[in-house]
């Protein structure tokens, strides 16, 4: 499933089109990287999503499209770290 995609169905992020407005800036990240909106997202992979004011990371767990529309939540949340919100999230 495209990162795009998982982060709305998820409910990370509210809209499909801001989750890829977020990935276009460089606020999400996967295993570290940059990603295009048509990142194909896997069970294991560490997704890191740049909000405002705070900075979730979370693994991907197993799921099926269909558990996800029903509300299943297909992460565990890793870290939650608030930032402020004139400073850069990462440290690169």
Known sequence: MRI??????????KRRTLAQEMIEIGAVRVNG????????IKPGDVVEVAFP??????KVLPFEEKELKRGARPFDVLEERRVNPDEKPWND
């Open 33 to 40: 990287k940059v990603v295009k909106a048509s990142k194909e």
């Open 4 to 13: 795009d995609k998982f982060l709305k169905l998820a409910r990370v992020i």
């Open 53 to 58: 004011s705070r900075v979730v990371s979370f």
